[in-house]
């Protein structure tokens, strides 16, 4: 059986996330800070600790089959991969910003201004697509938000997460250039390997696990199908006599999105003493 490579960041934002996915995958492994490479102890894997930026190539140059990087990441680097799954985790937006009393409010206006980025491909591009010219991309590599106090720079394109770091030095954004998340990635025509689809289908099913829940609820049998109609369970939702007569329990799945909507509903369709659980994983 081939050991596979996964790369993976060794510490900053998406480390703890993508060691949680793989252990929550049933991959047993140490996870020591210190080390650059672990062997999982029950699956043909092993695992790459590296920095964010040389994910791409690492996988690209197939050094590592698999690798879990942001998006705004692999496109800076214009690396060939696969892209196998979005993560949902490290989600931010790459946007463009300005000092709060400036008077900039669309792209166009930009054209013959300096930005500083540390995603000079990404922001080149956007200025083509936009047909903004003479832009003045200053790469820095990283503490952006400075240089429009620095003088340095008319604007920033910087990733965003909460606003807070844009806000606190003074920069409003205005134009949002690339959404981002993490993904799992693998060289091109590793989606054909099988140890490469085991690890994506248990992937996935932690996945959809986490967007759901798993709801126990009774019901007088005259309102089981008004109940039963607002669940869709994997299948169809279980239903389980109970030691009453005339009443049932009834076992389903709700879409964590629905939840609190969905209870009330139920609720108000005759649903009582409604227990909602954690799921860990769903093998469809
Ligand atoms: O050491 P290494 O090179 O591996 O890591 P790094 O320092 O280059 O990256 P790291 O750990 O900071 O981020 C890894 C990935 O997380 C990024 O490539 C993004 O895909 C994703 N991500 C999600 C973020 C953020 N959110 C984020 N907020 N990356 C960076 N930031 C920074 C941003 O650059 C800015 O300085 O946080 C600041 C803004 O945050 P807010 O919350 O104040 O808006
Ligand atoms: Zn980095």
């Not at 910003?97 to 500083?116: K, Y």
């Not at 109609?229 to 030691?243: C, D, F, I, M, R």
Request: aromatic residues 4%; charged residues 25%.
């Amino acid at each position: 059986m081939k050991t596979l490579k996964i790369a993976i960041q060794k510490s900053g934002r998406l480390n703890e996330k993508s060691v949680e996915i793989l252990k929550n995958c049933g991959l047993s492994f140490e996870n020591y800070k210190s080390s650059l490479i672990t062997s999982v102890n029950n699956f043909p894997l092993e695992i790459l600790f590296l920095r964010d930026d040389d994910i791409p190539e690492y996988v690209q140059d197939g050094i590592a089959d698999l690798g879990i990087v942001g998006e705004n990441v692999i496109v800076e680097a214009g690396a060939q991969v696969t892209y196998l799954q979005k993560l949902g985790f490290g989600k931010c937006t790459l946007k463009i910003a300005v000092p709060n009393q400036s008077n900039i409010d669309s792209i166009q206006q930009l054209e013959g201004l300096a930005i500083a980025t540390s995603y000079p491909v990404i922001l080149e591009k956007f200025m083509n697509d936009n047909d903004v010219k003479n832009v003045q991309i200053r790469t820095i590599s990283g503490s952006v938000e400075i240089g429009p106090g620095l003088g340095l720079s008319d604007a920033i394109c910087d990733i965003v997460s909460t606003g807070g770091t844009l806000k606190s030095n003074g920069l409003k954004p205005f134009a949002e250039v690339m959404k981002s998340e993490a993904v799992l990635i693998g060289k091109e025509g590793s989606e054909l390997i099988p140890e490469v689809q085991e690890l994506l289908q248990r992937i996935r099913s932690v996945m959809r696990a986490k967007e759901t829940k798993y709801v126990v609820l009774n019901v007088a049998k005259k309102d089981l199908e008004n109940v039963v109609n607002l669940l869709p369970g994997v299948k169809s939702p279980t239903v389980v006599p109970l030691h009453e007569e005339g009443w049932v329990a009834v076992h389903s799945v709700i879409a964590e999105q629905d939840f609190w909507e969905k209870i009330n509903l139920l609720k108000a369709a005759g649903a009582e003493g409604i227990v909602v659980m954690p799921i860990e994983k769903i093998i469809t």
